[in-house]
């Protein structure tokens, strides 16, 4: 296999190819990797593997899935050794014939995403850490700014950053973020974590009204990233359904010269204040003096057709 994005480790194989992977990632899921990477060498040899062998344990340990098709029979005594210093005895039971059960499969991939939650939940404490302390390569810091002030940082594996094509591109074009290890956004901290959440689990739990309207813009206009647009797409039915003044004036201020995309929820919102506009007096009062104008004027016209109508 020839070198892939990001990848920082290389296996060599008996065969004369090589295997490139990432090295925080292996480590990260694998005791026989992270036993291997104490040496700190770019490259390994690894004998007694045939390369599709190697590459379905590697393809395994990326995506919790065991890809039996391209695994060459009989199996690598290699292979073997290896389970049993991670532990794996459903994956080896799983691949040998010996005593699968479904909740051998279950178990191979539960303890994947056991991982990779652990690994989310370690992005979502290092909030606000020093550079220094965190010390990690393989991670970049996320640093959030509000009206050119920073506020709060996170430090996020670069493996599950590339999962999103806005930040592949940022650390695999050698723009400055990249040298620098800091990739700077205007959101709430609440959205990155929803984001950071999104890349490494790939579903978001409990997020308020306000930060599915953020990640909602951000992975319209910046990010490019369908998946998560279509999330917050599904979701925004619920914030329509449950409309208060304070939000629906949230909503037209913040989607203001945005997009388009959104024009429904929009026009919902304007006819919701209009028909709520009392109620609603205090939170436009907070706003900046056009937004002010421009809600004062729908009210207006709206009762102009009221009246009229009667």
Same mark, same amino acid.
């Given at each position: 296999?020839?070198?892939?994005?990001?990848?920082?480790?290389?296996?060599?194989?008996?065969?004369?190819?090589?295997?490139?992977?990432?090295?925080?990632?292996?480590?990260?899921?694998?005791?026989?990797?992270?036993?291997?990477?104490?040496?700190?060498?770019?490259?390994?040899?690894?004998?007694?593997?045939?390369?599709?062998?190697?590459?379905?344990?590697?393809?395994?340990?990326?995506?919790?899935?065991?890809?039996?098709?391209?695994?060459?029979?009989?199996?690598?005594?290699?292979?073997?050794?290896?389970?049993?210093?991670?532990?794996?005895?459903?994956?080896?039971?799983?691949?040998?014939?010996? +005593?699968?059960?479904?909740?051998?499969?279950?178990?191979?991939?539960?303890?994947?995403?056991?991982?990779?939650?652990?690994?989310?939940?370690?992005?979502?404490?290092?909030?606000?850490?020093?550079?220094?302390?965190?010390?990690?390569?393989?991670?970049?810091?996320?640093?959030?700014?509000?009206?050119?002030?920073?506020?709060?940082?996170?430090?996020?594996?670069?493996?599950?950053?590339?999962?999103?094509?806005?930040?592949?591109?940022?650390?695999?074009?050698?723009?400055?973020? +990249?040298?620098?290890?800091?990739?700077?956004?205007?959101?709430?901290?609440?959205?990155?974590?929803?984001?950071?959440?999104?890349?490494?689990?790939?579903?978001?739990?409990?997020?308020?009204?306000? +930060?599915?309207?953020?990640?909602?813009?951000?992975?319209?206009?910046?990010?490019?990233?369908?998946?998560?647009?279509?999330?917050?797409?599904?979701?925004?039915?619920?914030?329509?359904?449950?409309?208060?003044?304070?939000? +629906?004036?949230?909503?037209?201020?913040?989607?203001?010269?945005?997009?388009?995309?959104?024009?429904?929820?929009?026009?919902?919102?304007?006819?919701?204040?209009?028909?709520?506009?009392?109620?609603?007096?205090?939170?436009?009062?907070?706003?900046?003096?056009?937004?002010?104008?421009?809600?004062?004027?729908?009210?207006?016209?709206?009762?102009?057709?009221?009246?009229?109508?009667?």
């Amino acid at each position: 296999m020839t070198e892939k994005s990001g990848h920082d480790v290389t296996f060599q194989l008996k065969s004369g190819n090589q295997i490139t992977a990432h090295r925080s990632f292996l480590a990260s899921r694998s005791k026989f990797f992270e036993k291997l990477f104490e040496t700190h060498q770019n490259t390994y040899p690894l004998e007694g593997l045939q390369d599709d062998t190697l590459q379905f344990y590697i393809n395994f340990l990326y995506t919790g899935y065991p890809q039996i098709s391209i695994l060459p029979k009989p199996i690598d005594s290699k292979l073997i050794q290896i389970l049993q210093v991670d532990q794996n005895n459903s994956l080896r039971n799983y691949i040998t014939g010996e +005593a699968v059960y479904i909740t051998d499969i279950y178990l191979i991939t539960r303890s994947i995403d056991d991982d990779i939650r652990k690994l989310y939940n370690l992005a979502i404490q290092s909030k606000n850490q020093s550079k220094k302390a965190i010390n990690n390569s393989s991670l970049i810091c996320i640093q959030l700014m509000e009206e050119n002030t920073k506020t709060d940082c996170f430090f996020v594996d670069k493996t599950f950053m590339r999962r999103i094509d806005f930040f592949r591109n940022i650390l695999d074009s050698g723009m400055s973020e +990249a040298e620098t290890g800091v990739i700077t956004l205007e959101i709430s901290s609440e959205c990155c974590e929803k984001l950071i959440e999104f890349m490494y689990i790939g579903q978001i739990s409990n997020i308020s009204d306000s +930060a599915l309207l953020e990640l909602f813009i951000i992975s319209k206009q910046y990010l490019h990233c369908q998946e998560l647009v279509h999330y917050c797409e599904n979701n925004l039915s619920r914030i329509i359904q449950n409309l208060t003044p304070q939000v +629906a004036v949230h909503i037209i201020d913040y989607f203001r010269d945005t997009c388009h995309a959104v024009d429904d929820l929009i026009s919902r919102c304007r006819y919701y204040i209009c028909t709520n506009f009392d109620n609603s007096r205090e939170d436009i009062l907070n706003l900046d003096s056009d937004s002010r104008y421009e809600l004062s004027r729908l009210y207006f016209d709206y009762l102009k057709r009221k009246f009229k109508r009667k």
